[in-house]
């Protein structure tokens, strides 16, 4: 069975040569393509002509030319050896493929993850990362896209979304508009710009019920950013939710302060999301083991702070 099988699977040197040949018209201009002598080129086609049991080309003064069957032949075998290229080019590519593209978000990425990307990098020197911003759920399959670090709910399809951390936001401003505007208990700030972040709409809400106050809401300016939110901050605009992990700098350097000293959990979370379709790319999978490790070290850093 197999036998039979190869005759009509002749190899890729005699059906390369013939391709040459029906393209060029000639046995010598084959052989300088291929690099070949004509000798070479002409015992392929003998060979395959011998398997096939046709007769592919005439042969006259004038060189060669294809017969019925050779045209019709050729047709389907340049296509064939034009896809047989592509796809082997596009294994290659793969096998190659020490890229990860990785959507990150704003000031997560440039406040805690870039501070610790040289550690990756050393671990895995051959993986290169492409960085794209992304706020909010996207088409991983368009985007071209291999795993994104996601705010929000573990909601997102076709993927898998693998938890790395709560954050703590604490109401912070600068400490001219906290001394224009004293706050001597929450309710205060109710009659004050609070600023809303696109992501987290019910952020206020959620902090004043955890203070045992009803309809606690924003209701100033909105941004889609921390970024923003924070030079806000700094111009003395308001007061703004923020998660305490990303502003230490300015906390410790005194340039924002805490308008109520009351942290509480966000009710969104940090995850790092996946398609299905890439759980086996090994860059993906280098880049998770890594970034599952350095969050276990940052919740003991922050436990022992807390302690």
Same mark, same amino acid.
């Given at each position: ?182 706050? +001597?208990?929450?309710?205060?700030? /109710?009659?004050? @710009? =609070?600023?809303? %972040? !696109?992501?987290? #709409? ?63 959990? +966000?009710?969104?979370?940090?995850? /790092?999301?996946? @398609? =299905?379709?890439? %759980? !086996?790319?090994? #860059? ?12 276990r070290d940052f919740n003991a850093s922050q436990d022992i702070a807390a302690g």
């Amino acid at each position: 069975m197999l036998t039979h099988q190869r005759r009509f699977l002749p190899s890729t040197s005699a059906l390369a040569a013939f391709d040459s040949v029906a393209k060029l018209g000639s046995f010598s201009a084959a052989a300088n393509e291929l690099n070949l002598t004509q000798g070479a080129i002409s015992r392929q086609i003998s060979l395959l002509e011998d398997q096939l049991g046709v007769k592919l080309f005439e042969r006259n003064n004038r060189g060669v030319e294809l017969t019925p069957i050779g045209r019709d032949y050729a047709k389907g075998i340049g296509d064939a050896l034009a896809t047989i290229r592509t796809l082997s080019l596009e294994a290659m590519a793969k096998a190659e493929d020490t890229h990860l593209r990785l959507a990150i978000l704003p000031t997560f990425g440039t406040r805690w993850l870039m501070p610790r990307i040289p550690d990756f990098l050393q671990k895995h020197p051959s993986v290169i990362i492409d960085f794209a911003t992304r706020i909010g759920q996207f088409d991983f399959e368009s985007s071209g896209l291999d795993a994104a670090i996601h705010i929000g709910e573990p909601n997102w399809p076709g993927t898998d979304c693998q938890f790395l951390m709560q954050e703590m936001v604490v109401p912070v401003c600068s400490p001219a508009f906290l001394r224009d505007h004293p706050v +001597s208990q929450p309710q205060d700030m /109710l009659s004050m @710009p =609070l600023f809303d %972040m !696109a992501s987290r #709409p019910r952020a206020w809400e959620h902090w004043f019920a955890s203070l045992g106050i009803a309809n606690g809401r924003g209701g100033g300016m909105r941004f889609e950013q921390f970024s923003n939110v924070v030079q806000a901050c700094l111009a003395g605009l308001g007061i703004a939710l923020v998660p305490t992990f990303l502003i230490e700098p300015e906390l410790a350097g005194g340039q924002l302060v805490r308008a109520w000293n009351h942290e509480v959990k +966000s009710a969104s979370a940090y995850y /790092l999301v996946r @398609p =299905l379709s890439k %759980m !086996a790319y090994p #860059p993906a999978t280098a880049f998770s083991h890594w970034l599952l490790a350095q969050v276990r070290d940052f919740n003991a850093s922050q436990d022992i702070a807390a302690g």
